[in-house]
C-alpha cells in the first residue's frame, strides 16, 4: 500500500537553500528527499546574509510554495550588540528576541488558515513560540515537529565559559539558561522531536521523559559527493579543515589546530601544507596562519579541494548533535582525524573507518601518521564511504523521518 501523500510546512529561521553550511544542508538534505513524495510549503525568515531572490529560486525547485519573510533584527555588527544588551532585562533569551518578527506571524497565520496541512516541522525551536497549530475552519490541525538539530541550550552552556572578558561570561551563563527554559518548553509542546544522535536523545530524554523521539542522523549526497575519475588524487601533503567560520565551535576548533596542532606536523613534515576553507573567517584566524597554512573562505565546489587532501580534520572541542563535515568527508573517501566530540553520534569504527585523537601529540602524530602512509589514508577512506553510503544518505534518512511523520499522524486520528 503506497503510504499516504502528506502537507508539509517546514518552518525555518533561515533559508535552507542553496545549502552553504551544515543547519542549511541538513534542511535542505531532507526535504529535497521527503519532496519526492509529498508537498512541501517552506516559510522562513531572510536576512542581509542571504541573497532572497537565489534562495526562492533554489528553494522552488522542489517546493510547493515558498514564502520569505524579512528578519529586520538579523543583522550583525551594532544591532546585534543592542538586542543582546535588550535582552539582558528580558524574560527571553537574545535568540527568541531575534527570530521574534511580527511579519513571520501573520504569514503563517495566512498560510495555516487557508491550506489544511498534515504536519508543520520546526527547525530549531527557535520558532516554536509562534502560532502553528491553525488550520482553515472543518480540517484537523498539523501535528508539530521539531528537528532539534542540537541541544542548543547544551550548546550555549558549553560557550559560556569561553568569553573574552568577564561581561562576556556573565551574558553567556544568562542566556543559556533562558535558552534552556525555553528549549525545554518547545520539546513538551510538540508531538514529536527529532535528533540527530543517540547522545542527543539521551539528553533530550533527560530533560522530558516522555518525549516521542527519533534518530534522524546527518547525512551526504552520496551521489554528488564521491570520488571521480577527473578529481586530482591526494598529493600527500595537504591537510584540509572545511566549515562555516563564523560559528563558534569551529573558530574554537581551528584556533586549537592552529595554535597547538599544526606547528607540530610542520615542525615533522615541513613540506606539509594546511588549506581552511569555509565562509567569514575571522580576523583571529587569519593572525593564526603562519607558514603552509591557507585560509581559503567560501567554495562552490569543495570535490577538487578534498580530493588532493590526505586527511580531512576535524579538531572540535566544542558542539552537539552531529557533523555533517564528517559525514560529507567519509562519502567523498577521505581519511579523517577528529577528536572524541567531534565523531560523536557517528557510527563510525576508530582505525577502520576514521582515526580519534583528543590532545594535540596524538592529534599531530595521527596525522602524521596518514602523511606518511598514503596506503592506510586510502583505507580509511573506502572504509568510510561505505559506511557513508551504508547509512548516512539523505533518503535513507528522509525515509526514516517520512515514517515517523506517518506514526504519530496514525496516534492522532487513531480512535479513541
Given at each position: ?297 567560501f567554495v562552490d565546489d569543495l570535490r577538487p579541494d578534498l580530493a588532493v ?29 577528529s577528536t572524541t566530540l567531534g565523531a560523536e553520534g557517528i557510527d563510525a ?68
Open positions: 500500500m503506497t503510504p499516504r501523500r502528506l502537507r508539509i510546512l517546514c518552518l525555518s529561521q533561515l533559508p535552507p537553500s542553496p545549502p552553504g553550511f551544515g543547519a542549511q544542508a541538513r534542511i535542505h538534505g531532507l526535504m529535497t528527499q521527503v519532496a519526492k513524495r509529498h508537498d512541501i510549503t517552506a516559510v522562513a525568515l531572510v536576512d542581509e546574509e542571504f541573497d532572497a531572490s537565489e534562495c526562492e529560486r533554489a528553494m522552488r525547485e522542489y517546493c510547493s510554495d515558498v514564502a520569505l519573510v524579512e528578519n529586520p533584527g538579523g543583522r550583525g555588527g551594532a544591532a546585534k550588540r543592542a538586542l543582546q544588551v535588550r535582552s539582558l532585562a528580558s524574560l527571553h533569551s537574545f535568540e527568541r528576541l531575534l527570530y521574534s518578527v511580527p511579519g513571520l506571524q501573520e504569514t503563517l497565520d495566512r498560510i495555516l488558515c487557508n491550506e489544511p496541512f498534515d504536519v508543520v516541522m520546526v527547525e530549531f525551536h527557535y520558532l516554536a513560540h509562534y502560532r502553528l497549530r491553525q488550520s482553515p475552519p472543518g480540517s484537523q490541525a498539523p501535528v508539530l515537529v521539531l528537528d532539534t538539530h542540537e541541544i542548543a541550550y547544551d550548546l550555549a552552556r558549553q560557550m559560556s565559559g569561553s568569553g573574552s572578558s568577564l561581561a562576556r561570561r556573565l551574558y553567556g551563563s544568562l542566556n543559556w539558561r533562558k535558552l534552556r527554559d525555553e528549549e525545554r518548553a518547545a520539546f513538551r509542546a510538540a508531538d514529536g522531536l527529532c535528533v540527530c544522535s543517540l547522545a542527543d536523545e539521551g539528553r533530550l530524554l533527560a530533560d522530558v521523559p516522555s518525549a516521542r523521539t527519533v534518530v534522524i542522523p546527518n547525512a551526504a549526497d552520496v551521489e554528488y559527493l564521491q570520488p571521480r575519475p577527473s578529481d586530482p588524487p591526494p598529493d600527500g601533503r595537504t591537510v584540509v579543515f572545511f566549515g562555516h567560520l563564523s560559528t563558534f565551535p569551529n573558530v574554537d576548533g581551528v584556533s586549537f589546530f592552529l595554535r597547538d596542532i599544526w606547528p607540530r606536523i610542520a615542525a615533522a613534515r615541513p613540506g606539509a601544507r594546511c588549506r581552511i576553507i569555509g565562509a567569514r573567517p575571522p580576523s583571529a584566524l587569519r593572525e593564526l596562519a603562519g607558514p603552509g597554512v591557507e585560509i581559503v573562505g587532501a590526505t586527511a580531512i580534520v576535524v579538531p572540535l572541542r566544542v558542539g552537539s548533535g552531529t557533523r555533517l563535515k564528517i559525514v560529507e568527508g567519509m562519502a567523498m573517501g577521505k581519511a579523517i582525524v569504527v576508530p582505525d577502520r573507518d576514521i582515526l580519534i585523537a583528543d590532545d594535540p601529540a596524538s592529534f599531530a602524530a595521527s596525522v602524521i601518521r596518514l602523511l606518511d602512509a598514503p596506503a592506510l589514508a586510502e583505507k580509511l577512506g573506502r572504509s568510510a564511504r561505505q559506511l557513508a553510503v551504508d547509512h548516512y544518505s539523505w533518503n535513507a534518512a528522509a525515509v526514516a523521518l517520512e515514517a515517523f511523520l506517518l506514526r504519530i499522524l496514525a496516534t492522532r486520528d487513531a480512535p479513541g
